[in-house]
């Protein structure tokens, strides 16, 4: 459990960005140069609908209760955030409200003193800190001082699959790693691809060495990787990992062209639910979207969903899981004095209102605050809810994305490397060494 337990990326379409909240105006750059005079905070997150609809009735809910202290959002998709925010913040000129995963890339926008402490405003309102789930408060701690405000839901990273494809080549789902790649040539000789991946998004095929290297050596072996050892990518059971991924790229386990295919478009998505693959391994806020965007195919009953399976003789607990306990918000150190309060008021306030914790609920993702089960018997998703709920309570190690954990520079290194494995342009060996070049940077 030492890895800062946290948060992946969240997959987003639509278009960016867009405005909402109050006020008007570009959204940009206004925390430094007051925002009006500091009346008015401003926030960027991730757009893609649902998620993005109850972050913008949330931000309104806010501002409909604070007339004199009101937040003004701004969308973008994920990939462009992310570069737009680091610009943002490098240049001093980060929206009141920063959006993000925690881990990494926090860590290095609080040795840039960019972002507040929230240590004493934590201690000053416990009532806000016992509502979360204590797990979440990982990937917001660097040194020992909260630096981000954890909020939103929880998202392990979860194997979906698609009943009927199954249906068509008379299997069950995969017990084993073993059965994954049995099944391989019998979806192949249907025509349906055994699975989706949006991997020109990079961070989708991040997932799979995440849980292969947990099953087969437990969270120890990534976890001498974020405490900086020397040469830890070359532990032999993360070499094994690197090669079981290649097995099932050369075995045609994906499919066809997947390379160009983007998670932030929704198309891996598409891919599961109209029959085209039969299993996706992707992040657990991907049930909202399908169930919006699939037609009958999560209402009709033909999604089917389970942890990642064990490797036979892997030391990992199969009751591990990796992804998204919770998101994050920063205060940007930058902005005013009055911009710093209405920030705490929307913590404290609409974010985590009952309000929001019933809208989470209703988008089939599981909020991070505590008793949220309470609302899941009159969700038509209590199934998929409490199965999440169950996997993140129960599971021994909930290890954060490892491109979050790691700084954004070796995160950058890893997901290119990442992206040239699973082209098998390089080694596991070479990838190995290649990231070893960059441990502790």
Request: hydrophobic fraction near 40%; include cysteine.
């Amino acid at each position: 459990m030492g890895v800062p337990l946290g948060a992946a990326l969240a997959a987003c379409g639509g278009t960016g960005p867009t405005q909402t909240g109050a006020g008007g105006g570009s959204g940009n750059a206004t925390a430094s140069t007051g925002g009006g005079g500091g009346k008015s905070a401003t926030y960027w997150y991730l757009s893609t609908q649902p998620q993005e609809g109850v972050r913008t009735r949330t931000v309104e809910r806010h501002n409909k209760a604070n007339p004199n202290g009101t937040i003004q959002g701004t969308t973008f998709q994920n990939d462009a955030y992310k570069t737009k925010i680091k610009t943002a913040i490098g240049a001093g000129q980060a929206p009141t409200l920063i959006w993000g995963w925690g881990g990494g890339t926090l860590r290095s926008y609080v040795q840039a003193g960019q972002v507040e402490d929230l240590t004493s405003w934590f201690d000053q309102n416990q009532a806000v800190k016992d509502k979360l789930f204590p797990s979440s408060f990982g990937a917001a701690t660097i040194d020992g001082k909260i630096y981000a405000m954890p909020c939103e839901t929880l998202q392990p990273i979860v194997l979906y699959y698609d009943k009927r494809a199954f249906d068509k080549i008379g299997a069950q789902p995969p017990q084993t790693w073993g059965d994954i790649l049995d099944l391989v040539p019998k979806f192949n000789a249907k025509g349906i691809a055994p699975f989706s991946l949006g991997g020109q998004s990079r961070w989708t095929n991040m997932m799979w060495l995440e849980f292969l290297f947990d099953r087969l050596g437990g969270p120890e072996i990534f976890q001498a990787v974020f405490d900086g050892e020397k040469d830890a990518w070359n532990n032999p059971l993360a070499i094994q990992a690197l090669g079981e991924v290649q097995k099932l790229v050369k075995a045609n386990g994906f499919v066809k062209g997947f390379s160009s295919i983007t998670a932030d478009s929704n198309a891996d998505q598409a891919l599961l639910y109209t029959g085209k693959a039969a299993m996706m391994l992707h992040g657990g806020w991907t049930y909202g979207s399908m169930s919006t965007d699939g037609g009958d195919f999560v209402s009709g009953g033909n999604l089917g969903y389970m942890n990642f399976p064990p490797i036979d003789g892997g030391k990992g607990d199969p009751g591990n899981t990796v992804g998204n306990p919770g998101q994050y918000i920063s205060i940007s150190s930058k902005a005013t004095p009055e911009q710093k309060e209405i920030a705490k008021k929307f913590f404290a306030g609409a974010l985590i209102d009952q309000t929001a914790v019933k809208e989470w609920v209703g988008t089939g993702a599981v909020p991070i605050i505590k008793g949220a089960d309470a609302e899941f018997a009159a969700s038509k998703d209590k199934d998929f809810l409490t199965f999440v709920y169950n996997i993140a309570v129960n599971a021994k190690s909930f290890a954060q994305s490892w491109d979050q954990a790691l700084s954004p520079t070796a995160a950058e290194v890893l997901l290119d490397n990442i992206s040239k494995l699973f082209q098998l342009s390089i080694s596991p060996q070479e990838f190995a060494t290649n990231m070893n070049a960059v441990i502790g940077k």
